[in-house]
DNA sequence: ACAAAAGTGTTCGGAATACACCCATGT
DNA sequence: ACATGGGTGTATTCCGAACACTTTTGT
């Protein structure tokens, strides 16, 4: 079929990935630096061009497998960024991604070989281009997603303690949250479901293993429901 | 400066606008025909490809004013759309918008030559492309928007009824609303004031205007503030 | 003994909900 | 008179926030 559309111009089209990771109580997100020119060796997101047989969604989950060895991860897309000159050597529409991913399960050696580094997530360097406004959009879109469901089931192993998933709330919001309190909002979703198994390592006590329910995808409407 | 990204394909971008509008008591979503091959005539969203030097948000704002006459328009990114068979006759990767307008502000004139047509935003006709799920996406936003600020600024007059007011979350959370709750509450954000004028077209006692404050966006955080 | 997390229970205030009820007025 | 929306008040329910308290166990 011929190409209807040819008077109008075609643009480059890249998609930027702001991967999240939690380790050591933080939120951390994945930089590396920039392998090519304009701002070669700039600490940068993960990104790439997307193809002319793919989806954006498609590029993306490319991107993090490339970076990070990882298939099947969890993405969402933030928004595009069209400001002709945010990159400087040409014009290039990208559609930033977040990606959710357990730090433990990534493949280490090809993150290091990309030159590539966990950051906290409140302690990142200087970013190329717009990356860091990007970043911030897609803080925003996580914690607004952490308040409508509960999340966790991609950042934490399988089995975590409610501890844990606190200290995970208490990095996305950014503020300390009540133990006994986020333990029983929490249950009460219906989302969870304990183990048998202990996890005695951060308490002396020791602590119950809880997993994410398998059908623990019912959530209604757009009605917030962690308030928390 | 040479192009460093020669290797890359390039792509067409497209803008496509979901134009709310609200009128009768009824949300409306602005349609036409779509000019141009392919699905020449088919019910379509306002669309546009984007140019070299323009943002995406500069381009959808170019794309409403040429189809409602209406400059400065209240604008917020959806998403964008990428399936490569989206549009058959070539890929088009799309980003959405929505817009809210005053319907009777708009260039009627300008509208009716450019074949478009208000619609009840439940009972649209059948739409080329993937437009359908751009507008499901579009309406989920705009609840959401809904929800975490009082709207309607951009979608009243600027003089209305609490009435009003509250038909339009009606038709844009699609359930009734208690009328007293409904008023207490949104008098409680301190974002409307009370005018001395009164309606009387809607009921026998007839009831004082409001407007929007001038100051009124100081919305805290990602807290959700409207419940109701 | 003490510290620190696990886990449960209680209290309190604010907000949402569901109403009742009076007011004003056009028909 | 009555229907209709305008506007206010109130009782009830629910939920989040604050916090007390007991349990368990490593040091």
Known sequence: MKDLYKAHSKHYLAVDCVIFGYEDYELKLLLHR??????????????GFCGNNETLEMAATRVL??????????????????????????????????????????????????????????????????HQEIVSKAKERLQMKASLELVGKELLPEKFTLMQLRR????????????????????SLNVLEKTNTKNTTESKKGAFNYRFRDDSDQINGHERVIKI
Chains 1, 2 share one sequence.
Do not use: C
Not at 37 to 43: C, I, M, Q, V
């Open 168 to 187: 995970l709330y208490e990095a996305i919001y950014q503020r300390e949250l009540d133990p006994g309190n986020f333990r029983k909002k929490v249950l």
């Open 65 to 130: 497998e490339q970076t990070t060895g990882l298939t099947d991860i969890y993405l969402e897309q933030v928004a595009a960024f069209s400001d002709p000159g945010r990159d400087p050597a040409a014009r290039v529409v990208s559609v930033a991604f977040y990606a959710l991913i357990r730090i433990d399960q990534h493949d280490a050696e090809k993150v290091k070989n990309n030159g590539a580094q966990w950051w906290n997530v409140n302690e990142i360097p200087p970013l190329i281009f717009d």
């Open 34 to 47: 920039r392998p090519i020119e304009p701002s070669k060796g700039g600490w940068s997101l993960m990104g």
